[in-house]
């Protein structure tokens, strides 16, 4: 069982990683916010999830123990597996999360992509008094980055919503942040307005 990943970062993108360790190459899944953290890094080390199924092995990375946690939390609930828990730790950060919860927050949670009114419901009810976390998940943006809205119009696509939806919220995050925000911060005042 993997549990912990430290190495060189050899590959990233929005949702996966590939990470060698000891000339072994690890390919990991990560969530938009473990991707903030790692842009821009050579050497990182992730919190590892292992999750095993009959004909598949898959490792989903996080740079807090407090992503992982709740991670762990959102695939104990049924009907929630390891790409949907992924897909709300992406659309969500961690403390967001847990004062969603915390609120019984439904519209919040099902703004995100893949999350129905029902998900959100079972959520809000299976997680409200195991989900309590500190604050200190936010990430930071690093390196600067110049024409990127296709990469972050193609991000928001591959998260679930509609190319619509994504544009609108480009534009949006444009007015907000100005015209020379690198593709961290233009991703995440994106998603922000998405999930109002």
């Known amino acids: 069982m993997i549990a912990y990943l430290h190495g060189t970062l050899r590959q990233l993108d929005a949702t996966r990683a590939l990470l060698v360790c000891a000339g072994v ?40 123990t407090e992503e992982k946690f709740a991670f762990e939390k959102l695939i104990s609930i049924s009907g929630i597996g390891p790409t949907l828990a992924q897909k709300i730790l992406s659309g969500i950060d961690v403390a967001d999360l847990a004062d969603a919860i915390a609120r019984d927050d439904v519209r919040k949670l099902s703004s995100i992509p893949g999350v129905g009114k029902k998900t959100a419901e079972r ?52 007015k907000q942040i100005g ?18």
Do not use: M, W
Not at 137 to 165: C, E, I
């Open 123 to 174: 959520v809000c009810l299976e997680l409200r008094d195991k989900l309590k976390l500190t604050e200190g998940t936010q990430a930071a943006p690093s390196t600067s980055r110049h024409a990127v809205d296709d990469d972050v119009h193609s991000a928001l696509v591959n998260l679930g919503y509609k190319p619509a939806a994504a544009d609108a919220a480009l534009d949006a995050a444009r």
């Open 179 to 196: 015209n020379e925000a690198e593709f961290s911060a233009l991703l995440k005042a994106a998603l922000r307005t998405l999930t109002k």
């Open 25 to 64: 190459g690890y390919e990991v899944h990560i969530s938009l916010a473990t991707y903030y953290k790692l842009e821009g890094r050579s050497e990182v080390e992730l919190e590892i999830y292992t999750h095993v199924r009959e004909d598949t092995l898959s490792l989903y990375g996080f740079a807090t």
